[in-house]
């Protein structure tokens, strides 16, 4: 491989900013008379072998590339002078790849987030903003979405219509959703986990629909196990997609009701492999499908959009096909694949350089026309001046009384909790203290191991919760979480994961969260966390749209009918 006059950088600076990199009207002078051969191409890649998404082959020819994006793709040599930069190699090039569901605050936040996804050769991301939005309020979201525009993977967002927890659904009112909406770095509304509020026809949600169609947004809605009438219903609302088929039969039936289907795999969600076979199988049309993964942090370093690929490939489908699913077919999705999603004039020069049609894997990226090293580390935003970071608080512990229970929440799985009216063996005590420090309820939980202390303020709510067996030692780090945010864990290892950023992302690096969280998970395991994602579990204790039990501020919840089992205590601290 020859790499002339290129420098390898992981300055993210040399970006365009703007949210849609639309090009300024010199800029599609330029690239018109470089396809006219008129005027030199900033960067030509010679004699490129590329794969060609739209007519489903690999491709070969000269590549000009001016103003961040592709001007010509053909035989002839475009016009270059001594400042065309130079390209010849034999890798094989493959569009960027496209993430079109992404929760970017796991541990990890959105920064470091785009760290891992350039390492797997994802050049755009739609992201939920769900817990920033709660917690960073309109003015400062906007602000922080104009400089994840700066970074050099493509950063737009899905705004959530509702709050994923028994608080904070204030935050959803029209106006303010409206005002989202409008942005141009939003391409989505949803995921849609309150999907009950549709069903029942309740007023502000329909309106948020309503708006979002009139602008012309896509909507996702969070439709695990839904009967075919419920997903008739949410499709008659308006809703465009979901992430949520479990089964093949699962995404038959959504996409015969005209939805396009996020197949999913991740650390909780491993059922990509037989839904392929099923659609191999079936022979179910594939333009409408496309990959995710929203994995925890350890995951996600080893599980990315080319290893999804990869998969896709080896459980039979067409390799072209699984690309079109980590491209093409998002791009589509979104309405943008004028300028994203392929390797064709006027789109955006965003390429892997891969080895062959079956190693997804990039060797090296370009995104807007840039050579871009793939172990790339971006500089961190000012955080205080976004308003993000962990406010620290002083409280008298001692003041918090841990009064036992007779019921236990106990785990299905990593994310599902059912209630049993008796305290179970092996159970641990759990409370969960609301983020105004003014209320607690307490209960047991089974199947999170036995250890003597966990504390977090890592949750969909932002509360406050404690789980162990030593009151001593769970006030301790209780106190600690309250002070300064993040995870505290004293059991047979004594592990502190700090989350300076709303208490629930680290500032740290994505080598340092990967670190971490695994040193994390495997300390969980040997105290006897029955299951594989300690992290989604903390994360989701909360989340009311999980079945079947939840533990949050309003107390415990059934999350089907939200009937209140059990209520919070007062505290005076």
Excluded: C
């Amino acid at each position: 491989m020859l790499l002339k006059n290129i420098k390898i950088s992981n300055d993210y600076n040399i970006f365009m900013i703007i949210a849609s990199r639309k090009p300024s009207l010199k800029d599609i002078y330029k690239i018109i008379k470089v396809s006219k051969f008129d005027e030199p191409a900033d960067l030509i890649i010679e004699d490129a072998s590329y794969i060609d998404i739209y007519t489903k082959r690999i491709s070969s020819g000269n590549i000009a590339i001016a103003s961040g994006r592709i001007a010509y793709i053909g035989d002839e040599m475009p016009l270059k002078n001594n400042d065309t930069r130079i390209i010849k190699n034999d890798f094989l090039i493959a569009p960027g790849y496209i993430e079109g569901h992404a929760h970017p605050f796991q541990i990890y936040n959105p920064v470091t987030f785009n760290e891992i996804m350039i390492r797997h050769g994802t050049s755009m991301v739609i992201s939920d903003d769900l817990p920033i939005y709660i917690k960073m309020g309109l003015k400062n979201i906007k602000r922080f979405m104009r400089f994840m525009g700066r970074l050099p993977v493509k950063n737009f967002w899905s705004v959530r219509l509702d709050s994923q927890s028994m608080i904070d659904m204030e935050k959803f009112s029209y106006i303010k959703i409206k005002e989202l909406l409008n942005d141009d770095y939003v391409l989505q509304a949803g995921e849609i986990t309150g999907w009950p509020y549709i069903i029942n026809m309740e007023k502000n949600m329909l309106k948020n629909i309503y708006n979002s169609q009139f602008l012309g947004k896509r909507i996702e809605t969070h439709n695990p196990g839904a009967s075919k009438n419920t997903l008739n219903r949410m499709a008659a609302a308006g809703i465009t997609s979901d992430h949520e088929a479990i089964t093949g039969e699962d995404v038959k039936t959504r996409l015969s009701l005209g939805y396009h289907v996020f197949l999913r795999y991740s650390s909780i969600r491993k059922d990509l492999k037989d839904e392929l076979k099923y659609i191999i199988d079936e022979k179910l049309p594939l333009n409408r499908l496309m990959l995710t993964n929203d994995g925890s942090p350890y995951y996600n370093d080893y599980m990315g959009m080319d290893d999804l690929i990869k998969i896709a490939i080896s459980t039979g489908l067409n390799p072209f096909d699984a690309y079109s699913m980590a491209s093409l077919n998002p791009a589509v999705y979104y309405n943008i694949d004028g300028i994203y999603g392929g390797i064709a004039p006027g789109r955006l020069a965003d390429m892997n350089f891969i080895r062959d049609l079956y190693n997804p894997e990039p060797v090296f990226l370009m995104l807007d026309g840039k050579i871009i090293d793939k172990e790339v580390k971006l500089d961190p935003p000012d955080w205080k001046g976004y308003g993000m970071l962990y406010k620290n608080r002083n409280i008298d512990i001692n003041k918090i009384n841990f009064n036992g229970s007779d019921e236990t929440l106990f785990m299905r799985n990593q994310v599902i909790m059912d209630l049993n009216k008796y305290k179970m063996e092996d159970s641990m005590e759990i409370h969960l203290i609301t983020k105004d420090l003014k209320r607690i309820v307490s209960s047991n939980i089974h199947g999170m191991g036995q250890f003597d202390a966990l504390a977090s303020s890592y949750n969909i709510e932002g509360s406050y919760i404690v789980i162990g067996s030593s009151h001593d030692l769970m006030k301790k780090a209780l106190k600690e979480v309250i002070k300064n945010g993040g995870i505290v864990f004293n059991g047979n290892k004594n592990i502190r994961i700090e989350l300076k950023i709303l208490g629930i992302m680290s500032d740290k690096h994505s080598d340092d969260v990967r670190n971490i969280t695994e040193e994390f998970r495997s300390t969980m395991r040997g105290s006897g966390y029955k299951f594989d994602d300690p992290v989604y579990s903390m994360l989701f204790l909360n989340s009311i749209n999980l079945p079947y039990y939840r533990i949050t501020s309003s107390g415990i919840v059934e999350v089907k009918t939200r009937k209140i089992i059990k209520k919070p205590v007062s505290l005076k601290i």
